[in-house]
Structures are given as C-alpha cells and as structure tokens.
C-alpha cells in the first residue's frame, strides 16, 4: 500500500466500520489517515505506519462509519399533503381527495407556482435534517414539474442546493413522473415531449446524473419506459427506474436490460426480475418509508436477491404524497422491521450499494483507501445501535471531503 508519508488530519480513537463489500469488517481501535479530501490509509492503530499529520482527532470510543448516501429523493418540491393525510385519516377516498385537485397534481400545481428560491429554501430547510443524520450524499429528483420550463427549474433548484450545502448532491431528471394535466391521460404525448425535448436540453445543460421513469398502470408503461430509457441512452445517461410498487409489470427487467444503475421499490418484483437484475449489475432499492405510510401488505423479494446476489440499497423516498420522511436511520430500521433485512444489510443499503446505485461505489460508500473521506463518528458501541433507536436524533460528527463539517446549515 502506498501512502503519503505527511497527511493534513489522522482520526483515531473509536472502531472503523468499513463496510468494505458490503460487509461490517470491523476495525478495533482504528486510525483513518485524510490527504487532500480522500482517505490515504486505514487500520489498526498497532499498524499506523510513520505518517505525521497537520491534524490529530482524537475520538474517545465510539464508532465510524461511511458518511450515509440517500440515493432516492424527491426532496424538492412546493406545499406539502398535510391536510390530505389527514383528510385521508378522516376517512376519504382517493378519489374524493383528487376530485378536490389533491394527489401528485396539487404538488405539481404549487412547484409550478414557486420560485427557484421558495423551492431552495423549503429544500435546504428538509435537507438538513438528513444532514444532521450522517447524510454525506443525497440524490434529488425532479417530476413535479411535469413542463420543460418547470422540470428544468426544479432541476436547477438540485443542482444549487450541492452548491449550497455541504453535501454531495446528485440529480435525477423524473419527468417521466406522472402525466401532465395538461395532457388529459395522453401518456405518450408527454413522452414524445420528454424524450425530443426536454432530455435534450437537460443534457446540453448537464442539469442532471441519471434519468429516471415510473412505471405503472397509473403512470408510464413499460414501451413508453423503453422509449425514455432509449432517448436517455442516446444522450449518455444512466437510467433507474420506479418499478413493482403497486403491480407486476416486469419494469425491473426492462431497466435491467438498459444496464440501470437501480430499480426502486421492488415490492412486486418477481424470481425473474431479481435475476436480471443481478445480471445487470442493478441495484434493489427498498423504500420502507412507501411501504408502510401506505400500509402495504406485499413485501419485496428480500430471499430472491440475497439468492441472486442482487445489492440492497435502503433510501427515504422523501417526497409529500407517499413518504414525508426526514430520517434514513428511521428508514433503516424498517428496512428491518418491516423487511426483513439484517442490520448489516441495511447498513450497506445506506453506505456502499447506495453508492452503486449512484454509480459511485468507486470513489464512495465504504471506509477504503482512494475513496472520498465521507465518514461519521457516532458514540454508540455497535453498528446495530444506529439501526435499533427508533426516533429522537443520534449525536453525531461528521467528516465532509476530510474536513469536521459545521452542523449549522
Ligand atoms: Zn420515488
């Protein structure tokens, strides 16, 4: 291994949880060497070869992680559903909600009403908390625009919203969200405007990383997917996709075929799909937070991706309709409780396969030289304990790009 012999900060004190393939692969008593933002060596304290540093933390016990990554977000978006929730506790139909102009279309109607900047500050103001989590990296989708210029604007909010905090964000364009009001049902009308139009520009502009779709009855179906997933190839971006929420249409397999980075939700996902995912390298991306506002009965095919080797990646789904959560710990323990998954497993959901699912896992998501210095201290004894608490906020210290990172935003 070669390091440098001077570094600018050495962290010790407290047990390393690398998560290095996914696995715990615990380091007791371990030292983490920062150069220039990356982490340069790593181990036992007993094998800290002769490095002087600019900067020696000191950690009295306690552990350290990757910093967390939540890798599927719609964190940007105006007004909330408060009131239908509560409608909806009152004993209201769907349907009675969206004859009032509720569901999806009235978040799209106050998105489009708000200015980049209402958007940003009611964005940073949710952000945050996922920051004062261990939250390093995040991923933000678009889709309640569900026009150019609005798509583009929410967009734009994402990528200042990276500029802004101290976190690595990447951005999602979702235009393939839900059809338009405008375009009463006609799906592949607002397709054909996506695909010749808007991917285009968004790709001109760089505005976004990936490109994303849903596909279901009630939004996008598989063909007009494939269109999207075709269009976003020919630009030169990844793809991912919500699929198997509410039914089976085989959505994971089409984006496995389209080498997707992930495929999210799953709950439906069939033998086969977990299958060519696994083929496909994609990841499954659980969304407990979904599951359980919507008291969902059916749950992922947990066995059939750890039989394929499919990776797991656990993420909020934070959006207004669905999953108003502030708190991938809290999404963690569901991802146990309500799937099944061990605490380790979810651990990796947050760290190293939420990496992949970004197309980052060689630069992020586990304690390993090269790697970006995204870690958190966290004075608990075992990694378990972060994913046991339910509620209240852990105390935690974060190391963003090798630098202690304020915990005033
Ligand atoms: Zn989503």
Redesign the pocket.
Known sequence: MTYPRACDSLWSGATLVTMKDGLYHLIEDGVIAVHQGKIVWLGARAQLPEITAAEHHHFDGGIVTPGFIDC?T?LVFGGDRSAEFEMRLNGMSYAEIAAQGGGIISTVRHTREADENELLNSAHQRLQHLLKEGVTTVEI?SGYGLDIDNEIKMLRVIRQLGETLPVEVYATCLAAHAIPPEFSGDGDKWVDVVCEQLLPRVAQEKLADAVDAFCEHLAFSPAQTEKVFAAARGLGLPVKL?AEQLSALAGSSLAARFQALSA?HLEYATNADAQAMAAANTVAVL?PGAFYLLREKQQPPVAAFREHGVPMAVAS?A?PGTSPVLSLRLMLNMACTLFGLTPEEALAGVTLHAAQALGIRESHGSLECGKVANFVHWPVARPAELVYWLGGQLPCTVIYQGEKRDSTF
């Open positions: 599927h719609h989708k919500h999210d969304l789904d959006n």
